[in-house]
């Protein structure tokens, strides 16, 4: 039997590089290799079931960097804003470029990074978790990797999370994300494993290029319908409140509230071009947003 490629994935704690290394454990195909900052969490321990080899570190240690990516043949990279950090957009940026640097020290053969538009150099809006992550693409182009990015848009799950709906009764609820009428381009991060998968597996084809993913292109309004539908008796309806309402509502509850009130405001002003059918092409079991609520309604519902 032929030897396995080995995989290295980081940022597993997170739903990004989570969703990754389970995909491409669970294919079979990799020796994956997680790199978690927290090697002892319930995360990393399920991880581990699915044949995942956990590695702990400190992604601002050079040596560590560079002994998890020995004999690597490619590695997904996610980089994490940590808005308790002041100098956030510094801290991800250097760690991104840390990675960047033992890539190619280590001769990886295919980069897989998820990355943004840099909001600021096309419309100055900062939204330090978009910049950083557009500030290491250019690293790591300039670099000369081998590299496929991938644009990720808003994740379902974030509705339930970050964007929770707010209700006064349990009853009814609004939901508080200031996209106006316009619709938001959004994935289920599971469902991202499984087009990073096929982006390994096609290499050649994808190798220098920058891709656009998304499930559903749907407005605000359109996902309280979805829950309405599912979530019942629990109504759901759009707030329609502005960026500036939603960046005064939950400045106090909400870390990196100016960040993420910018973002909406970017992805109002400006088309990401996020690919339905290219998504689909990648990720045959796509779900709509439609889908993901209908299988997820139980547990959605018992996180309001």
Known sequence: MSQQNVVVVFGVNGRQGGAVATALAQSGQYCVRGIATDAQSSTSQELREAGVDVVNLDLNDRDGVQNALRSADACFITTTTDFDDPNCLDTEIAQGCLMADHCLTAKVQHVIFSTQLHSYNVCSLMARHLVAKAEIEKYMRDLGLPLTCLIVPVCYESVFDLFR?????????????????????????????????????????????????????????????????????????????????????????????????????????????YNLSVSKQLNPKLRSFDQWAQENAAELGSRL
């Open 165 to 273: 709906p707010k209700s006064r009764d349990a009853k009814q609820y609004d939901i508080e994300i200031p996209m106006g009428t316009m619709p938001l381009d959004m994935i289920s991060v599971d469902d991202l494993g499984s087009i990073v998968l096929s982006l390994l597996q096609r290499k050649d084809q994808y190798l220098d290029k920058t891709l656009s993913v998304c499930g559903d292109k749907i407005t605000v309004r359109e996902i309280a319908g979805v829950l309405n539908k599912y979530l019942r008796p629990k109504t759901f309806k759009d707030k329609q409140l502005t960026v500036y309402d939603f960046s005064q509502k939950n400045s106090s509850v909400l870390k990196g509230c100016t960040d993420w009130a910018n973002m909406f405001q970017f992805f109002q002003r400006v088309d990401q071009r």
